[in-house]
């Protein structure tokens, strides 16, 4: 341990490239954006990025900050998306519009995948969301479990007025956090959804003021970590569970994973 009068030397990024920068300390990990200079606009290299993030996540992780530098957590899709050359050594979405189905479904699944780690049941994801999150940077906030926001938050789905839909998994949490009507109003506009709104809606946990958002989030991420880590789990595997499940089968869920619970409370289980 370090003296008082000694430096801390923080550990090296576990990644740091494309616009992503992984650390990792002790039960919390934070996955930062790190291209505020364009407002963290999104690319496949970003996407990847964001998988391989996820894949070197350690066990010892419980809980999963997603930050942003800059004034805005996301504007979206990097514009360079849209011209006819797209991005260097990646497809234009005229390469891929001219691709075969199976083609065409296996890049945007590969796209996905920076976007479905976030939820999974041995960690708690936590968004910190600042300034715009519109399109791709909506989708990244919605796939986390929870949201903080500063009140200054501009939400925005807009991937439909550019004759596009929202694929990168956002439409599943979109509806489950919003409903159907309100999630189809936000898409079909695209407008702006901002932090009043967004804590009422149930889009974010709470808002707060942009100088008190690291706190905020600190603060939440400490409260999750109080608890035991397997009971968190649990619970966790319920709630992500019971849309699916009726009443009776979700009855039967809790039994089970309260079962698992107190044979391991009493040292006897596997």
Known sequence: MA???QDVVPEAPALDKDGVRLTVDDAIATVTLTNP????AQSPALWRALAEAGRL?????????LRAEGKSF?????????????????????DLARGS????????AEYQEGFTWWRRSDIVSIAAVQGHAIGAGFQLALAC???????DVQFAMRETSLGLVPDLTGTHPLVGLVGYARALEICATGRFVLAEEAVSTGLANVAVPSDQ???????LAGAVLAAPRDAVIETKALLRGADGRSYEDQRAA???AQARRLRDLAGVGE
Not at 37 to 40: E, W, Y
Not at 57 to 65: E, I
Not at 213 to 219: C, H, I, K, W
Request: no cysteine.
């Open 74 to 94: 996301s504007a979206g899709l990097d514009r360079q998306a849209f011209t006819p050359e797209g991005f260097d050594g990646e497809p234009s979405f005229i």
């Open 213 to 219: 958002l690291e706190d905020a989030v600190r603060d």
């Open 37 to 40: 200079a364009k407002r963290n």
């Open 145 to 151: 479990d929870l949201r903080v926001v500063a009140d």
């Open 3 to 5: 003296s008082p009068d």
């Open 57 to 65: 996540l350690p066990g010892s992780v419980r809980v999963v900050v």
């Open 254 to 256: 809790e039994r089970a």
């Open 101 to 108: 189905d199976a083609e065409l479904d296996a890049t945007i």
